[in-house]
């Protein structure tokens, strides 16, 4: 009996050893080519080696290899077989032995053999796949901790798709088992389905960093701003901002062991892009993803890259993109629009010469403000630069070509705003300035106030030391005839070129910042201290980073009534309106209760929008590394 027993026991212990085994063997499977025991040929040294998940460049490979010594290379999967092995110690070659792990599940992690073979790797190379099961089987295991440890040690480690995806400070890990697509990545970045992991690898030169690959080729820019903005959620503001690295999958980025980084492609454009996540911090959790500038560098053949700081050499590119509403859009470096008033502009009403001159004149106040815009400016400074000229175009009302009023004055209104700190300034019924939004532009800076008006507003222009000029610098023969008219109840004291006259500029800068400014002499024979809507925030000028932009000209107390100027910027903000559509629907709100006119509004990405109620405006348009257009009759278009 007692031998018997014995017996049943050694076959049990047996048994257990051999479903043991089995679970082992079942955890991952194994390949290896070559003798692991071979001594490695040459030193070691660090380096990564981030690879888009194309076809594997093959300098990039022996720039891998060589980092590693010609030595024995780990390759780590968690699917499909041993092909890598074959491709690198067959195809490639110039390495003693490769050695391939394709992982099945989380037993795997601990099992001894993989663990020792990646001790004495001399270089690892992480494949493609789900890098959820990555996530899932290496997460807080020895695994993770013997890939931190190897690059620790100065070795190389080389990742491709999902294997370099995963290797950043934070990641996406895919953890729905989905691959989630710009589109829907924009549409609720803080949303389930980006599924941000953290703590699992620490690689000091990609510390900071999100990755993503396959980049350009399925259009992976959206998710990449969506990964970064969930990944530094919560991020200390001591801390510096985190960024996006994208690379195509025609690329390889390799990263020396002091940082800097140079691309090998297998295709003329494979590149890097790298997001800078500034601007992608602090946002709101709910809805869509709305950033009105992110700032991408692109990182081509010539470029060097120093990791982990981000900055670039010789960048292939520097671009502005914006994402609004899910969708992403690349707007200009800056851009600017301006309007000289509207009315009813026909090209038989208008002469060639004066039509010349009035194209001049707003080509004159583009470039005005595109110079300080081009050159970093503020927005806010260059709608100043343009309305200044306008001011002292006799052709436009406003400043000097000022209309006259009732008793045969001058009274100028002008209003100014900052969209980045919604300051403004404002004034109405002012006689001796020259430039009236100069004066706006000192009210919101040297006072208090918004708005100042009549004799008060003329003595603080004095004290400022603006420039002061007699009230007859204003006058010109063609205002006062219209005036004598206006007396006798004449149709000749309507200009019906310039039924509203007033000038405005609105810019975006290459900080992203929105600005609006207004001028105005008002409406010829007004009366009592007349104030129309441009002097008025949120009527006839206001601005709002984030939202838009807006100087309107018409008959400015239904501009007043509907509160156009903010309501254009809620249509944008609350109902999700595009520019266009918000300065459509607020010109017809106020055509609507009996008003007329027109406006010009810019939102964040930098297109400008001009709506019409069935006149003509004179209006133009300037971006940078474009020339100025400008446009006059109704149903004149200018180029997008």
Known sequence: MRGRLKALIALAALATTMVTAQAKEAAYRHYRLGKLTTPTPDPVSGGLLLMGGGDRNHDAMQWFFAKAGHGHIVILRASQEGQIGEEFFRELGGIQSAETFVFTNRAAATDRKILASLKRADGIFIAGGDQARYVRFWKGTPVATLLDAHVAAGKPIAGTSAGLAMLGEKLYGAMDDGSITSPEALAAPFGPANTIEGDFLHLALLRGIVTDTHFKERDRLGRLFAFVAKAQAGRPADQPAMLGLGVDESAALAVEPDGSSRIYATDAEGSAWLVDGSSLRGLDPRGPLNVARIKVTGIGPNSVLHLPQGTVDRPLFERIYSAQGGKVAQPPRWSLAIHGGAGVIERSSVTPEKEKAYRAGLDAALRAGGAVLDKGGASLDAVEAAVRVLEDNPLFNAGRGAVFTAEGRHELDAAIMDGATLRAGAVAGVTRTRHPVDLARAVMDQSRHVMLAGPGADRFSAEQGLEQVDPAYFRTEERWQQLLAWHKKQAAAVDRTHLFGTVGAVA????????????????????????????????????????????????????????????????????????????????GAVGAIGGDGGLIAMGVDGAPAFAINDLGMYRGRMSAGTEPQTAMFADEAMAP
């Open 508 to 587: 975006l800068d290459q900080q992203g910042n929105l600005a609006a400014a207004t001028s105005t002499g008002g409406m010829t024979g007004k009366r009592w201290g007349r104030v129309g809507d441009s002097p008025i925030i949120g009527a006839g000028t206001y601005a709002k980073n984030g939202q838009c932009a807006v100087s309107a000209t018409g008959s400015g107390e239904y501009f007043i009534r509907e509160s156009a100027a903010r309501q254009l910027c809620d249509r944008v903000a609350w109902h999700g309106q595009t520019i266009a559509d918000a300065a459509q629907s607020t010109i």
